[in-house]
């Protein structure tokens, strides 16, 4: 943690304990001094803070700061305010002990500012919730609006506090801040009607009147101009440089919601605050004995504002109600008591709406305890006297002022000096005492009962009679006059009697001598306001008035209890409070009188370090110890840290801590142990010994953790082993029994199928009809998986006996289905060629040789094309259409030459075609017949009658595709019945009644010739392609 900051911080010491010369004031302030003069306002005296105010803004509280001092041990920084709050919060935290920060200094020494900084710093720094951020805001806004209400312009500070303050902050066991209290005490209220010259009354009438919308101030009946109200000019100093009313108005407006006033209760507030200003402007005349108000105007308002009636308003303003013998009378006031009357008025109602308000913002503050406890941290703030090497005179309030700073003295004392003085001794630690004054003389002098100043202030204020202000003062002189710290005029010596009045009496408080003045003590310490007064204001109809006065109050006979005797009840319980709780201190001082930044006036601080106590402080500091604690606790709290100490120590109990501290390495000056408690010399040891602790947590965080992580785990791993065993052998259990269901299944089965095979021969029956319908089913599978492919697959599976006749009926569905479906692919072309193929395969088939060659061979529609045809025999054809045409041998009737034609089938007749010339003509009708061979040759004869002189005979001619020409011939002709196919040898007509023979001889090879009987022999290859 050593930055360039705590670097810089080095300057002189950080904490007084570790000056060298540490009983030397001088040293202490030039210290002080050297340190002041770096800006550095923070300074150490052990644990307790004392801090200069700087009077200018320095860069030292900022978010960067506040994270700095968090959660960090008071060495390892440079002294802060924010090390004071972080210190106590984490022993509130750790500890469980309820903490106060008690913060004192004189007025102006910046104990306002200290205890802002010390919320601001819970505010960014403590955990928060939506709930939890709320109580942050209203904690924070509570200081605008008290302040507004309760801090003035005084001649020390241009926003002194005028009440004591003390604010309770909750948290919760998380160190959330949940709830908030504020207990006020001792109102300056005489602030109201009157202020010493440069001086201003309460900030909220100037943030009003400069800061108010013109509305509102029309609707109270104010204007905008201080210097018009009598309650605003008596100190003669509206303006303050240092001051933004308007601004702090609009501050303070906000403030109000946050905290959550409504409208209404705004409204009302502001109705007070302006009927105090109109009070202050009721202005007296008429004859003396017999006071009258001469302006109606503020009655007016103040009616309205109050919600009082004028005239009953008028009448209390003016008289008195005197009860006598049962009677009530009304009694004219002179001026004098007149106004009086009226300014008690104004600070009672000032007085008790400032009450009111702080209960207020209490309730908004108000934590309701759930469940669990909650810790408390107490800020105090008190304003100190002024006490001076000057002799100061002062009033009834100053004089509660300084008896409370005598208490809070006191408590000091036994805190830390007295206590921790007594425990050394009674704890049998050598120790040499320090002396210090014990100003419980003078608390005495003050509060006993019977004879202390209070008792004898409430005895002359409740006496019947003409009690007065001179009379308490002899009376005083009388009771305490051999008191060694009380003087007055009449016991004094000469020279003091030089610096005395009269009416004077002077305590010589612990810190300075003051006199006090008894004009106005009675009075103040009585705070009567007339009943009639009182009775006005219970019947107002301002709803903050109703509860600042309650109508008991009128019927209760008991007189109420005096000023002085509240304020030391009060007081009382203050101390109580801060006594249950651990302080940490925060020492205020002022370095000038003049606001002055950078001016370090040493007379003024040399008083403030000895009214303050701090040499003492630092004597017993540094010879006493910083930390101490009861065997038992420190034992529980460390016992970790040794294993002879943990997890229990058997032995006794200073044995276990003797060994706990050698284990932890204390060195002998380190630490003392007493008869039940172990004492700690330096903080240092002790932050050593708690960050031990806080390592040594985590490690047994992560060993609890890891045993318990384990454990679960180990839990988990088994219920889900026990889980998957149960699911397992209910599975296997599952599994198993649906074997065997199959094995007895199969079983069955087989034993059925047996049966069913030796019955099958049997007229079915229920031994054989499983078998049967099994033997059907996988039948009709089997063919169902092989279906026939196409028309031309003739395979089929056999059927079973039961079968034959649906296998045979099936067979013919597939059949047709399939010739369904192919016909219906079939396109008219192919249809045609089959047609044809159809009527070769009638007249050829089985009978010729070469024709199953020609099956798969296509027929086409014609062989010769136009242009393979001559031309004139094209045109000898004329209309008459060509169907087929084909290049065909002739063979001549006589002597068998083979002569190359063309053979031409129209519609009507067959044409046999030597180039150019028709050469013969066969009209389809004359065509008796048509002759081929069955061998696999290409001959074949047309036969024409032999009497037809146009004819020359049978034609004999051979094609190269001899089954599609005669299929084409027979179709054209219509001849399909008419052609014989011949073995051996064909007969024909070669005209005029002569007959050709034509041979056929199967061989090897083709072979057409004349034979030598003139037949015409031809040898064909029974299995060639020729066709
Ligand atoms: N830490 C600080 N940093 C800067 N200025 C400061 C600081 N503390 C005090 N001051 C200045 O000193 C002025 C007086 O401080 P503050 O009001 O806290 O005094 P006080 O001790 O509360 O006085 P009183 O007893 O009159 O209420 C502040 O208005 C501010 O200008
Ligand atoms: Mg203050």
Known sequence: MESALTARDRVGVQDFVLLENYTSEAAFIENLRKRFKENLIYTYIGSVLVSVNPYRELEIYTKNHMERYRGVNFYEVSPHIYAVADNSYRSMRTERKDQCILISGESGAGKTEASKKILQYYAVTCPASEQVQTVKDRLLQSNPVLEAFGNAKTLRNDNSSRFGKYMDIQFDFKGAPVGGHIINYLLEKSRVVHQNHGERNFHIFYQLIEG?????????????????????????????????????????????????????EVEELLNIIASVLHLGNVQYGGEEGNASITSDTQIKYLARLLGVNGAVLTEALTHKKIIAKGEELMSPLNLEQASSARDALSKAVYGRTFTWLVNKINASLTYTVRNGRYNQLICTNTTHLKFTAFIVFCSFEQFCINYCNEKLQQLFIELTLKSEQEEYESEGITWEPVQYFNNKIICDLVEEKFKGIISILDEECLRPGDASDFTFLEKLEDTVGGHPHFVTHKLADGKTR????????????????????????????????????????????????????????LSDKKRPETAATQFKASLAKLMEILMSKEPSYIRCIKPNDSKQSGR??????????????????????????????????????????CPDTWPNWQGKLADGVAILVKHLG????????????????????????????????????????????????????????????????????????????????????????????????????????????????????????????????????TPPAALVEASEHLRKLCMQNMVWNYCKKISPEWKHQLEQKMIASEIFKDKKDNYPQSVSKLFVST????????????????????????????????????????????????????????????????????????????????????????????????????????????????????????????KFTVGQGKEGIIDFTPGSELLVAKAKNGHLSKHSPSSNSIS
């Open 498 to 553: 030089k610096v005395m009045g009269r009416d004077e009496f002077r305590l010589l408080h612990y810190a300075g001598e003051v006199n006090y003045n008894v004009n106005g003590f009675l009075d103040k310490n009585n705070d009567l306001l007339f009943r009639n007064l009182k009775e006005v204001m219970c019947m107002s109809e301002n709803k903050i008035l109703t509860q600042c006065f309650d109508r008991e109050e």
């Open 666 to 797: 204390y060195k002998p000056e380190e630490y003392k142990l007493g008869r039940s408690k172990i004492f700690i010399r330096f903080p240092k040891t002790l932050f050593a010994t708690e960050d031990a602790l806080e390592t040594r947590k985590h490690s047994l965080a992560t060993k609890l953790q890891a045993g318990w992580r384990g454990y679960s785990q180990r839990s988990k791993f088994q219920k889900l082993k026990t889980a998957a065993i149960a699911i397992q052998a209910w599975w296997r259990g599952i599994l198993a029994r649906r074997r065997a269901q199959r094995r007895r299944e199969a079983a069955d089965t087989i034993r059925r199928f047996i049966k069913g095979f030796i019955y099958r021969h049997k007229e079915r029956c229920p031994e054989n009809e499983y078998f049967l319908d099994y033997v059907r089913y996988s039948f009709l599978m089997k063919l169902h998986r092989n279906l026939p492919k196409n028309v031309l697959d003739k395979s089929w599976p």
């Open 212 to 264: 108010g919308e013109e509305d509102l101030l029309r609707r109270l009946g104010l204007e905008r101009n201080p210097q018009q109200y009598q309650y605003l000019v008596k100190g003669n100093c509206p303006k303050v440089s240092s001051i933004n009313d308007r601004s702090d108005w609009k501050v303070v407006r906000k403030a109000l919601t946050v905290i959550g006033f409504n409208e209404d």
């Open 600 to 641: 370090f006036d040493e007379v003024l601080i040399r008083h403030q370090v000895k009214y303050l106590g701090l040499m003492e402080n630092l004597r017993v500091r540094r010879a006493g110890f910083a930390y101490r604690r009861r065997y038992e606790v420190f034992l529980q709290r460390y016992k970790s840290l």
């Open 863 to 986: 062989r010769l094309n136009g242009e393979d045809i001559n031309p004139k025999v094209l045109q000898a054809l004329g209309s008459e259409k060509m169907k087929y045409a084909v290049p065909v041998t002739k063979y001549d009737r006589k002597g068998y030459k083979a002569r190359p034609r063309q053979l031409l089938l129209t519609s009507s007749s067959a044409i046999i075609i030597e180039e150019a010339k028709l050469k013969q003509r066969i009209d389809y009708g004359a065509l008796k017949g048509i002759s081929v061979s069955s061998l696999s040759d290409g001959l074949f004869v047309l036969h024409v009658p032999s009497d037809d002189n146009k004819q020359k005979g049978d034609v004999v001619l051979q094609s190269d595709h001899v089954i599609e020409t005669l299929t084409k011939i027979a179709i054209c002709a219509d001849k399909i019945n008419t052609i014989n196919i011949n073995q051996g040898s064909i």
